[in-house]
T-cell receptor, first 109, second 113 residues
Framework: EDKVVQSPLSLVVHEGDTVTLNCSYEVTNFRSLLWYKQEKKAPTFLFMLTSSGIEKKSGRLSSILDKKELFSILNITATQTGDSAVYLCAVVPREKLTFGTGTRLTIIP | NAGVTQTPKFQVLKTGQSMTLQCAQDMNHEYMSWYRQDPGMGLRLIHYSVGAGITDQGEVPNGYNVSRSTTEDFPLRLLSAAPSQTSVYFC????????????FGSGTRLTVV
């Protein structure tokens, strides 16, 4: 059975801090790993990772995949209150996404 | 471009009632999926479709039916609502070509009493 585990479950930091969110997975026929940000409503797409060692970057957010050790990390530098959200990791074994339970990030001003 | 549209946004049902959650996308996406999101459980796949006329079960299909008569629409039917189906439901779609980033609808919050 495909499995995605995210850690920590919850994280509270001060504005300006840097955070690292973790996602480990066990899946057959791995194709890609996706990161989403979920605020009050629907998840919004952040990154898709398919190859090991290639960092994806978008502003203060970056992510990298290690297909040998079966994990990915999402880094957020110089955090802002608008970064407060649940961050979801999902893997794509075939056509179905399998999600982790998410990391709830809270940024204190 | 509307993206993925879900209706209704909120719904309260009595146990045993049936209803249909609507999902429509205007991006000509081939793949569409329904997820439910419960506290501490993450997003779990109910049913999915890889094209018009083709559907398949996900992780938690019991109590739900789907059909895909057109590319645009993917309704989710609750046959006989139960309190265990109280949840937030998300519909998502993506193109069949290359990228795997799904676009999500804004969700339907369903309460079964």
């Amino acid at each position: 059975e495909d499995k995605v585990v995210q850690s920590p479950l919850s994280l509270v930091v001060h504005e300006g801090d840097t955070v690292t969110l973790n996602c480990s997975y066990e899946v057959t026929n791995f194709r890609s790993l996706l990161w989403y940000k979920q605020e009050k409503k629907a998840p919004t797409f952040l990154f898709m990772l398919t190859s090991s060692g290639i960092e994806k970057k978008s502003g203060r957010l970056s992510s990298i995949l290690d297909k040998k050790e079966l994990f990915s990390i999402l880094n957020i530098t110089a955090t802002q209150t608008g970064d407060s959200a649940v961050y979801l990791c999902a893997v794509v074994p075939r056509e179905k996404l399998t999600f982790g339970t998410g990391t709830r990030l809270t940024i204190i001003p | 471009n509307a993206g993925v549209t879900q209706t209704p946004k909120f719904q309260v049902l009595k146990t045993g009632q049936s209803m249909t959650l609507q999902c429509a996308q205007d991006m000509n996406h081939e793949y569409m999926s329904w997820y439910r999101q419960d506290p501490g459980m993450g997003l779990r796949l109910i049913h999915y479709s890889v094209g018009a006329g083709i559907t398949d079960q996900g992780e938690v299909p019991n109590g739900y039916n789907v059909s895909r008569s057109t590319t645009e629409d993917f309704p989710l039917r609750l046959l006989s609502a139960a309190p265990s189906q109280t949840s937030v439901y998300f519909c998502a779609s993506r193109t069949g070509q290359g990228a795997y980033g799904y676009t999500f609808g804004s969700g339907t919050r369903l309460t079964v009493v």
